[in-house]
């Protein structure tokens, strides 16, 4: 069965990095657009970042923008996401998400919303505190 785990999660003071990875067992997603979503205590499911199938483009939130960088491997089945000047205000459980829609064409209004992604891992605690 598919499966998509996170890892790579902790503790960071404001202004360090971190870096998150995620790989998916049970299928090849090669093919498939691969995102981050994160979400805090008491607060809405928000979109981070995502990676198109073929690697070519990737989108962010504006509020990660020039921070956090999404990459894919391929060949390890993972899509990672380097962090990078970290606030108290990124603290959430990160997760990564895979589309259910192959070979998806490139429209940043498709990959906002969670609903668009059919696999979901667990998720990663990541706390920035001092």
């Known amino acids: 069965q598919v499966q998509l785990v996170e890892s790579g999660g902790g503790l960071v003071q404001p202004g360090d990095s971190l870096s998150l990875s995620c790989t998916a067992s049970?299928?090849?997603?090669?093919?498939?657009?691969l995102a981050w979503f994160r979400q805090a205590p008491g607060k809405e499911r928000e979109f981070v970042a995502a990676?198109?199938?073929?690697?070519?483009?990737?989108i962010y939130a504006d509020s990660v923008k020039g921070r956090f960088t999404i990459s894919r491997d391929n060949a390890k089945n993972t899509v990672y996401l380097q962090m990078n000047s970290l606030k108290p205000e990124d603290t959430a459980v990160y997760s990564c998400?895979?589309?259910?829609?192959?070979?998806?064409?490139?429209?940043?209004?498709?990959?906002?919303?969670?609903?668009?992604?059919?696999?979901w891992g667990q998720g990663t605690q990541v706390t920035v505190s001092s």
């Open positions: 998400a895979a589309d259910d829609v192959p070979f998806r064409a490139y429209s940043i209004g498709s990959y906002y919303s969670p609903h668009e992604y059919g696999y």
């Open positions: 049970g299928r090849t997603f090669s093919n498939y657009a």
């Open positions: 990676i198109t199938w073929s690697g070519s483009n990737t």
